[in-house]
């Protein structure tokens, strides 16, 4: 059942089906709310069910499924839109309902408004909201709400009694407060395919009533709002403009294309065979539409965090927060490309203020904010993002200003981390990075089933290693531009140890490919969650990880790749990986045919955590196929000789990125989320519904940035 969200950029948002609203996750509601934005997401309304009284009959518009009965209200659904605004249009004799939802930027509210035509008798139209407070990871399953209500100058002020309150105002409406004021057993189906508790119970403070009368067009505007900072006062929920508000977001992302500067140079977009180079006026506008679909599909992410005053970048919705990780792998797709460059350089900031022992935290907990250490690859990764925001901006007082925490990165990761039990440290015999143990599994392959890895790759990761790699080659630069002369000295001695081993110890003439963990547990039998062991390498006495995986990618796709791009190695890494891993909705974290591979992601918490990085598809490793695809072709020397040979590649990499746009185009618009990628999918040739989280940041910054070239 198709989802759609809009966000405040705070952190909440609202969310549902487009079937006529029907919510089917916990997740979903009308108002999710922060009260510590973006942190500590909150339930205050799940949802607003209408109904429309004509004559003597009356008509239930909304959908909801309690006790395996689902209310028909969707019969009367006619039509379904979303661009930036769900907007639901209804029929009932003669009576036209359209409805659309929106959230104001940068406040805690939800504003519902209906445009209503009645060409038939008297009508009357009735907003029940649907309430609730609770954490929005969790369900409502007793009836006790110690909840107050109180009705004054057309304002209903719902209190909590737990130092927080909500404000509801609807336009010419009637109140009336309910007697029994219970919703029961709500049921949620995706929470029961994931294998949660699935029913819960919501309170019903009361209905507001509105009168249309024959041949009347009328407008009503229905507003909730959590008070305090970041909600609206009395005084302001009463003067609030609907369709104001929903001009001003149209004119805010108007306004962000406009600064993207991305239309105006379209044609770095090209993705035909043309050689002119010419577009068309159906080219144009099938370009404009992609642009304005990417900087809607990325504004989700971009939120504020109150605890620092900075903006950050959310993971995915609906259950993500901000992440260290999926924000510098989505930090060039989300942010450089749209030349959101200020808010750029306060997401840098944003984690490198909590740097501590060398390592940038991966997230920050729901319920204090506190710093999660929990990643290798966060802190090389944020070394990256520097170098990509510096590629972009020239802005060298930034770099500058970062330069000491990147140093300490360095410095730490060479001296050794034990923060939280991290086991981060270079080795001296051959100048490769290690981290992790069998209980710390610190990389983005991180899925645990009942204490054990399911993916177990402590020891030398192929892909950290990668990084590091690339981190040393950037503080190199960084270094010189400075004039560091003894940091200089320090990186070039450590580039050159690494790539005296990097291959040796990596390359797997066998399969052709790269091994996915050198283990430094000398001897140890090392198993996984499927008791399956490491296989040793022909070439050294280190166990190896032989099994087929997009890790390798990081070494022939980065800024600085640790195998050069032009060898006969990268060739067969491209290869194997092509061959392997590639499908439709991007490449599986596990060749089919290794043992362990599942390509289905199903089933309760723990059968999917088995199954999360064991061939499930993830978009966003698109992102590293591409840039892989384009350092091979631009290390290739330009000549008379290799002329037709490169311009095929060239031609190739057109028809990768025409593919790619022409799935996640039609997954935009005809996809699992509307307007947005999933986190997932599965792996087999007729996989079609995304799953995980159903709008991931990384998802949609990675396919972007192919789309668009970048």
């Not at 940068?106 to 038939?120: C, L, P, Q, W």
């Not at 306004?255 to 068309?280: G, H, M, P, R, T």
Request: include cysteine; proline fraction near 2%.
């Amino acid at each position: 059942m198709k989802e759609w969200i809009i966000t405040n950029g705070l952190g909440g948002y609202a969310s549902s089906t487009y079937y006529n609203g029907m919510n089917t996750r916990r997740y979903h509601g009308l108002l999710i709310a922060p009260l510590d934005p973006p942190a500590k997401r909150t339930l205050i309304l799940s949802k607003l069910d209408e109904s429309i009284e004509i004559g003597e009959k009356k008509y239930n518009l909304f959908t909801n499924e309690t006790n395996k009965v689902i209310t028909k209200g969707y019969n009367y659904l006619i039509k379904f839109e979303k661009d930036i605004v769900p907007i639901f249009t209804y029929s009932i004799n003669g009576v036209i309902v359209e409805k659309t939802i929106i959230m104001q930027h940068e406040k805690n509210a939800v504003i519902v408004m209906y445009k209503i035509s009645n060409k038939n008798i008297k009508t009357k139209l009735n907003l029940t909201p649907i309430m609730n407070f609770r954490d929005f990871h969790s369900e409502k399953h007793d009836k006790n709400f110690n909840f107050s209500q109180n009705f004054e100058n057309n304002l209903l002020k719902i209190d909590f009694n737990n130092g927080y309150k909500s404000s509801i105002y609807v336009n010419d409406a009637k109140y009336n407060k309910a007697t029994k004021g219970i919703f029961s057993d709500m049921h949620y189906s995706r929470e029961k395919d994931r294998g949660f508790d699935s029913d819960e119970n919501h309170y019903i403070p009361g209905t507001f009533s509105i009168t249309i009368n024959k041949n009347e067009d009328k407008k009503i505007c229905f507003i909730c709002s959590l008070d305090g900072k970041y909600g609206f006062s009395d005084e302001e929920i009463k003067q609030i403009d609907g369709e104001k508000i929903i001009i001003a977001e149209k004119k805010r992302i108007d306004q962000q294309i406009k600064e993207s500067k991305l239309v105006e140079n379209i044609k770095q977009c090209q993705l035909d065979l043309n050689a002119n180079n010419k577009l068309d006026d159906e080219d144009e506008q099938i370009y404009k539409f992609i642009i304005r679909k990417y900087m809607i599909a990325s504004d989700n992410f971009i939120v504020y965090r109150d605890s620092n005053k900075l903006h950050t970048i959310i993971a995915g919705y609906p259950w993500f927060l901000d992440w260290a990780r999926d924000s510098f792998i989505s930090f060039e797709g989300l942010l450089l490309i749209s030349r959101k460059f200020e808010i750029a350089k306060e997401v840098l900031k944003t984690f490198s203020t909590n740097i501590k022992d060398g390592l940038v935290p991966n997230g920050f907990s729901e319920y204090d904010n506190k710093p999660l250490y929990n990643s290798v690859d966060a802190s090389l990764l944020f070394i990256d993002a520097v170098n990509k925001y510096y590629n972009y901006t020239e802005d060298l007082d930034t770099v500058k200003e970062l330069y000491g925490a990147m140093h300490d990165i360095i410095e730490n990761y060479i001296n050794g981390i034990d923060l939280d039990n991290n086991n981060i440290y270079l080795d001296e015999t051959d100048y490769l990075l290690v981290s992790g143990t069998n209980e710390t599994q610190n990389t983005w392959m991180d899925a645990k089933v009942n204490g054990k890895a399911v993916t177990p790759r402590n020891g030398k990761a192929v892909e950290i290693n990668a990084m590091w790699f690339n981190a040393l080659n950037i503080m190199k630069r960084f270094s010189e531009m400075f004039k560091k002369t003894l940091d200089h000295y320090e990186y070039s001695y450590l580039i050159k140890k690494f790539n005296k081993s990097f291959e040796k110890e990596f390359y797997n003439e066998n399969k052709k490919c790269l091994y996915d963990v050198v283990d430094t547990d000398i001897g140890k039998k090392v198993t996984n969650k499927y008791d399956e062991e490491f296989h040793y390498g022909n070439d050294c006495n280190h166990l190896k990880d032989d099994k087929i995986r997009p890790n390798q990618l990081f070494a022939i796709s980065m800024t600085y790749p640790a195998i050069s791009p032009d060898s006969d190695i990268a060739k067969d890494i491209f290869l194997t990986c092509t061959e392997k891993l590639i499908t439709k909705f991007g490449l599986r974290t596990l060749a089919k045919g290794e043992q362990g591979y599942c390509g289905v992601y199903q089933g309760n918490p723990a059968q999917r955590d088995s199954n999360y990085h064991q061939g499930i598809t993830w978009p966003w490793l698109i992102g590293l196929y591409y840039d892989a695809f384009k350092n091979m072709i631009n290390s290739q020397e330009y000549d008379e000789e290799n002329k037709e040979t490169i311009e095929e590649i060239k031609e190739q990499l057109i028809r990768f990125r025409i593919k790619i746009a022409n799935v996640f185009i039609n997954e935009l618009v005809n996809g699992n989320t509307i307007g947005s990628i999933s986190e997932v999918y599965d792996s087999d040739e007729n996989a079609s519904q995304g799953k995980g989280a159903f709008a991931q940041a990384w998802s949609v910054s990675e396919v972007f940035r192919v789309i668009l070239g970048k």
